[in-house]
């Protein structure tokens, strides 16, 4: 167990930026995601907690303490990288001791812990088989459990799952969150993947070009993105703009795109004239044919149970997603109306969310 | 025309057979995406074709041609891999190149700079046709590696998951120019998966394959909708089908043979307690961004459904339900139709 904080946590290297004043709190046994594309300074910012970089400026706390400047053997964090390598001559318990036998632990006490460890993690009964005969999972467990088995105060991950098949990747998610439950540690998890973040995390931390943008639950982010890079990051499909040009005054519950009422939720701040982008999830977008807000569908995906229609509108496209069932025409024109309190409304030009009743009723940025 | 064709191919690693007496028809034009978990023998399938595997019985025809005894050179595909393989010290441009500058092919500049340059605007990638292939994103990287398959214009692309290592919006806009542009080009391909919503959009027919052998072929409403078995109706769907014993539904007028019950989760109506109708109680509602899945207690069994947002509920609450549409399925797996007929 241990709190992590980082405190304006920056890192260049050379003339780039990779990471651009991090400010997190990681709260004792609690499950961490850090979420962003390649290149977004995600694992940077881990290995910076890991001691395996050193900031260019800011601070790194574990449980209070600076370690900032200390090495990454003097910090106790265990850190689990995308590709696990095992050591093939050796057998599961070998495998998973070898860390307490580098740190000339007693053979009992390694006994002890290794058992308890494969345990935990639900492969005690292959202790004494050699590694190599093993199904991928068991191999991604004996790795697991090395790195859990010198009880660390934290654990940092690196996309350790993203050398797995889709599949398989979403069985290890519910493994992974229910071993960390077990073992009551503090995770921090690197990810691009939002289906993992969202399974998993307690909280995201959503980074694009070395910023965090946004730090919420799972629903938070999703249902309320601060920045149109959070929004269309996540959800599959994104999160839909409609372009308007106007003057969002506060108190406004309005919106016109094109000539056509929409009511969105009430703004608690106005911004001058100039570009705007309401956003709309796809769930929450529905076939109206009283709705003044009109387009022409140019595209209709069948998923099984839902299809994801593409419509186009003076505002720009919007996908809708719809029960299969509905019968829907590529070339009509439809009415499409949009669920008045799940609506965001971004500026244009900086990308971020103008405050509103959505943030739940209370007035904050 | 079929441009390719498998024709009863079997094949075996030891003690494992990995294919079982396989026949499958691609037409030309035609994008065909093979389903399955890690295993069942989807991939075996790609390099048995591509000429990487020899059948142990059974023949590989394409374009007409018997090509079992042919090695891959000889043959008219292009396999894009699931980790993209790229040249490193080379520009984008000769990546791209590369396979129209192999020596038994010989093409002249002129002809390759047309190619390439017809294909990066594909591709959207004609702007980095200068840069490193290292000096790229993963997105871009794919790209670059699907463009080299697509430079040449092959009977067939056999492309093993090209899309699973990039994240979920790449995936998506990619997803879309793949299809669009095997319209475009009235291009042949056969896709490896596990994702569905690969499957869903991309296919014209979806195979769904496990160990070893084809279960089902046909299109997505097709497998879908009337699936063959148990099996294949769990493949598709998220969330996945909810598959109960058929005692369970005694008050649905299931055919005798039925043992299994498949509701998906746009078949199961929540109704408020009062309501008449099996009951149940909500377990928990769990949040997945796009989706609530509403986790239920029907007696002992759960079944997961989607939340409709409109619907307030809650743990504990009781409700009752309707099933509409359930697919039956006999003792061993096989759909049988309402009326009792093997479907």
């Known amino acids: 167990m241990a709190e992590i904080k980082l405190e304006a946590v920056a890192k260049s290297f050379g003339a780039f930026a990779a990471v651009k004043g991090a400010s997190f709190t990681v709260d004792h046994g609690s499950f961490f995601v850090v979420l962003g594309p390649s290149g977004c300074g995600k694992t940077t910012t881990l290995r910076m907690i890991a001691g395996l970089e050193l900031p260019t400026s800011g601070r790194i706390l574990l449980d209070g303490d600076d370690v900032t400047s200390l090495p990454a053997s003097a910090r106790d964090i265990a850190f689990v990288f995308q590709l696990f390598a095992l050591y093939p001559h050796m057998n599961v318990r070998e495998n998973i001791g070898f860390p307490l036998k580098c740190q000339n632990f007693p053979r009992a006490e390694i006994r002890k812990s290794v058992e308890e460890a494969a345990r935990l993690l639900r492969i005690d009964h292959l202790l004494d088989r050699r590694v190599g005969g093993l199904s991928g999972g068991d191999r991604q467990r004996v790795a697991l459990g090395r790195a859990i088995v010198r009880r660390p105060k934290a654990f940092l991950m690196d996309e350790p799952l993203g050398a797995l098949d889709s599949e398989f990747r979403r069985l290890m998610c519910g493994e992974l969150r229910a071993l960390h439950d077990r073992i009551d540690a503090t995770s921090i998890y690197i990810t691009h993947d939002q289906l993992e973040a969202m399974a998993m995390a307690d909280r995201i931390a959503v980074m694009n070009q070395g910023r965090v943008e946004q730090i919420g639950s799972p629903q938070e982010i999703y249902d309320r993105p601060k920045t149109m890079f959070v929004a269309d990051f996540i959800g599959a499909p994104p999160m839909s703009f409609l372009k308007v040009h106007t003057a969002p005054r506060r108190g406004d519950r309005v919106i016109w795109i094109d000539g056509a009422r929409v009511e969105m939720p009430e703004l608690f701040e106005g911004r001058a004239e100039g570009k705007f982008a309401l956003g709309v999830r796809p769930e929450n977008v529905a076939f109206a044919d009283s709705s003044q807000l009109r387009g022409r569908v140019i595209g209709a995906e069948y998923l099984g149970t839902t299809q994801i229609v593409t419509v186009t509108t003076a505002g720009g496209q919007v996908k809708a997603r719809l029960p299969s069932g509905k019968p829907v025409q590529v070339g009509e024109t439809v009415g499409l109306r949009l669920r008045s309190d799940k609506l965001s409304l971004f500026d244009a030009a900086s990308g971020a969310v103008l405050s509103s009743a959505l943030d739940g009723g209370g007035r904050h940025g | ?343």
């Open chain 2, 1 to 343: 025309m079929a441009d390719v064709s498998l024709v009863d191919v079997g094949k075996r690693f030891g003690a494992v057979e990995a294919i079982r007496n396989l026949s499958l028809s691609i037409a030309d034009g035609e994008f065909v995406v093979l389903l399955g978990p890690t295993g069942a023998g989807k991939t075996t399938t790609l390099r048995l074709i591509a000429g990487l595997e020899r059948p142990d019985q059974g023949s590989v025809v394409i374009r007409g041609r018997d090509v079992t005894g042919e090695l891959p050179a000889e043959r008219d595909v292009a396999f894009v891999f699931q980790q993209y393989s790229l040249y490193p010290h080379l520009t984008v441009y000769d990546n791209l190149a590369f396979p129209l500058r192999s020596p038994a092919r010989r093409m002249d500049e002129a002809f390759i700079r047309r190619r390439v340059q017809q294909v990066a605007e594909l591709l959207h990638i004609e702007q980095k046709l200068t840069n490193r292939a290292t000096a790229l994103s993963g997105g871009e990287m794919q790209r670059v590696a699907i463009g080299r398959a697509l430079v040449r214009e092959p009977a067939v692309y056999l492309m093993d998951e090209p899309l699973s290592s990039l994240d979920a919006k790449l995936r998506a806009e990619l997803r879309l120019e793949l299809k669009r542009i095997q319209r475009e080009l009235g291009t042949t391909i056969l896709y490896v998966t596990h994702d569905q919503i690969e499957a869903m959009t991309m296919a014209d027919r979806i195979g769904v394959m496990s160990e070893g052998r084809l279960i089902q072929l046909g299109t997505p409403r097709e497998i879908y909708e009337r699936p063959n078995s148990a099996y294949v109706a769990s493949r598709l769907g998220t969330p996945a089908i909810n598959l109960v014993p058929a005692e369970l539904l005694a008050s649905q007028s299931a055919p005798l043979e039925a043992r299994t019950v498949g509701l998906r989760t746009e078949h199961i109506r929540i109704f408020s307690a009062d309501h008449s109708g099996p009951r149940a109680r909500v377990h928990w509602v769990e949040h997945l961004g796009d989706q609530n899945h509403v986790h239920l207690k029907l007696d002992s069994h759960s079944l997961v459904t989607l939340a409709d947002p409109a619907q307030e509920l809650k743990a504990g609450d009781e409700v009752a339900l309707e099933f509409l549409q359930p697919l039956y399925f006999d003792q061993s797996g096989n759909r049988i139709a309402a009326d009792g007929v093997l479907a």
